[in-house]
């Protein structure tokens, strides 16, 4: 019921910074939990940050000291602010809200860092 709609994504060389948002449709439902996970080629899916709607976070250490993840409630919105980019971080970054009902991800949008 609730559909993740993502923007962001796109290629930037290393040092280089990327916001993605991802922005649920539905406003009826509390979103409990929304984040981000990744998926690597050749490597599993994994956890990148997550925010509670009252602000505990929870990141990854790889991207600890230099991703900053952020929500608008009013407007059902979460950011990744990727700061410090490396080719690490490449990978489809998927979009993960949990409302009150269920668990929704988004469709994926591709990070690529590269010189």
């Known amino acids: 019921q609730v559909q993740l709609v993502e923007s962001g994504g796109g290629l930037v060389q290393p040092g280089g910074s990327l916001r993605l948002s991802c922005a649920a449709s539905?406003?009826?439902?509390?979103?409990?939990?929304m984040g981000w996970y990744r998926q690597a080629p050749g490597k599993e899916r994994e956890l990148v940050a997550t925010?509670?709607?009252?602000?505990?976070?929870n990141y990854a250490d790889s991207v600890k000291a230099r991703f900053t993840i952020s929500r608008d409630n009013a407007k059902n919105t979460v950011y990744l602010q990727m700061d410090s980019l490396k080719p690490e971080d490449t990978a489809v970054y998927y979009c993960?809200?949990?409302?009150?009902?269920?668990?929704?991800w988004g469709q994926g949008t591709q990070v690529t860092v590269s010189s």
């Open positions: 993960y809200v949990l409302s009150n009902v269920r668990a929704y």
């Open positions: 925010r509670t709607k009252y602000g505990d976070t």
């Open positions: 539905r406003t009826a439902f509390s979103l409990n939990v």
